[in-house]
C-alpha cells in the first residue's frame, strides 16, 4: 500500500464545491429510488418524473438528458451544435478552455475553439463579433456555436441585460448559444431571477444543467431548449460512455433537490459564506479582492510568502484558477465559523 501521508490537519473547506459530500434531500431520494427492481437505461419512472421536473422549472417544453459529469455535458451539448469544420467561441478562461483536456474538440470531431477576451470572465461582444466576421472564406472554421458560463471561471454573472444582447448578437450571426451551466443554480439564486429569465428567454439553445456542485452525488442535465439540436442526442450519450445502466440513481435526486427547493437553497448558503467572506476580507488591508464576488467563489491576491505560511497551516486552496491569486470556493456545506477560522488565519498571516 503506498503511504500517501496523514492529511488529518489539511482543511480542505474552500478549496472546492466538489469536495462537498451529497446533501440531504439529494440522499434521501436515492434510498427512496433504491427500492426493488426499475428498468434500466433511463426507462424509468425517476427519469421521466426528473425530465418533467426540469421543464417545470424552466416553465417550457425541452429535451433533457442526464449524464455523469460537466466535460461529458458540455462536450456533448457543443458537439450537437456543429459539424468538424465549424468553430466554437468562447472565452479565453471558459472551462470549456482550460479544464476539459480538448473533449469539446474531440467529440465534434475537431470543431475548433476560438477564444476572445473580456473583463471578469466574461465575453466581450466586440470581440466575438471581430472574430466571426474578420474571414468568411472557405478556409476559415466557420463560426457556428457560442459558448457562455453562468457563473463564470472567476465567480462573476452575466445579468439579464448582458444575456439578451449575448442572445440577439448570436440571432444576428446565426450562433447557436451553449451555456455552461455548472455553477446554473447559484447565479439563479444570487440574481434573484426565475431559471428561464437567464435561459431560454434570453437565447440559449442548450444549458448544461449542474447537480454535483450543489450537493448531487454525481450528475449534471443537459437541457435542450431548442429541441431539434437534440436529435439523436442520445446516441451521443450512448457512445460517449454517459448511458448510465441504473439511470434511476443518476435522476432521482433531481426530483427531490428540485421539489424541495433544496438546489436554490444550497446555492443561496454558498453564495452566502462567499459574501460573508469577502466583507471580511475587505476589511484587511493587505490583501485585495480581485474579482466582485457574485456567486460562491472568492478570488484573493496576496503576498506569495503569506500564501505560503496560509498552506502551512493547514489551508487547501487553489492558485491555478482564473488570473492568477488564490481562489476560495463556498458549498451547499460551508460553514460560518469556518469562514471565520480562514479570516482569522488570512489575518495572522499578512
Known amino acids: 500500500m503506498i503511504n500517501t501521508g496523514d492529511h488529518s490537519e489539511l482543511k480542505h473547506h474552500f478549496a472546492s464545491d466538489n469536495y462537498a459530500g451529497i446533501c440531504a434531500e439529494a440522499w434521501q431520494a436515492m434510498a427512496e429510488a433504491n427500492s426493488g427492481l426499475a428498468s434500466s437505461y433511463g426507462d424509468d419512472r425517476w427519469t421521466a418524473q426528473a425530465c418533467e421536473k426540469i421543464r417545470e422549472v424552466f416553465e417550457t417544453d425541452c429535451e433533457v438528458f442526464f449524464v455523469f459529469n460537466g466535460t461529458a455535458a458540455n462536450s456533448l451539448a457543443l458537439a450537437s451544435l456543429c459539424q468538424s469544420y465549424h468553430s466554437i467561441v468562447c472565452h479565453e478562461m471558459a472551462h470549456i478552455e482550460t479544464d476539459e483536456c480538448g473533449a469539446s474538440e474531440f467529440f465534434s470531431n475537431g470543431t475548433k475553439v476560438l477564444l476572445v477576451p473580456g473583463d471578469n470572465g466574461k465575453i466581450n461582444l466586440d470581440a466575438v463579433e471581430h472574430t466571426i466576421t ?71 439553445d442548450v444549458l448544461t444543467f449542474g447537480g454535483t456542485k450543489n450537493g448531487f452525488a454525481v450528475g449534471e442535465a443537459v437541457v435542450f431548449f431548442n429541441k431539434q439540436l437534440a436529435y439523436e442526442f442520445d446516441y451521443r450519450c450512448k457512445q460517449a460512455g454517459q448511458l448510465a445502466s441504473k439511470m434511476r440513481f443518476l435522476t432521482a435526486p433531481w426530483i427531490g433537490m428540485l421539489e424541495s427547493g433544496a438546489w436554490l437553497r444550497n446555492a443561496a448558503h454558498a453564495n452566502s459564506c462567499a459574501r460573508l467572506l469577502a466583507n471580511e476580507i475587505k476589511k484587511i488591508p493587505q490583501v485585495r479582492i480581485m474579482f466582485e464576488s457574485q456567486a460562491n467563489s472568492v478570488f484573493l491576491e496576496m503576498a506569495p510568502d503569506a500564501l505560503e505560511r496560509l498552506r502551512a497551516r493547514g489551508w487547501h486552496f487553489y492558485t491555478f484558477i482564473g488570473s492568477g491569486g488564490a481562489r476560495f470556493m463556498c458549498s451547499w456545506d460551508t460553514k460560518v465559523e469556518e469562514v471565520a ?10
Open 134 to 204: 474578420k474571414r468568411s472564406d472557405i478556409h476559415y472554421p466557420k463560426a457556428r456555436a457560442l459558448s457562455i458560463t453562468q457563473a463564470t471561471e472567476l465567480g462573476t454573472l452575466y445579468s439579464v441585460e448582458e444575456l439578451q444582447a449575448i442572445g440577439e448578437l448570436a440571432k444576428r450571426f446565426d450562433l447557436r448559444v451553449h451555456m455552461d451551466g455548472a455553477r446554473f443554480a447559484n447565479a439563479v439564486a444570487a440574481l434573484s431571477v426565475t431559471p428561464k429569465e437567464i435561459s431560454w428567454q434570453a437565447g440559449v
Open 341 to 350: 477560522n480562514l479570516v482569522a488565519d488570512i489575518k495572522a498571516v499578512v
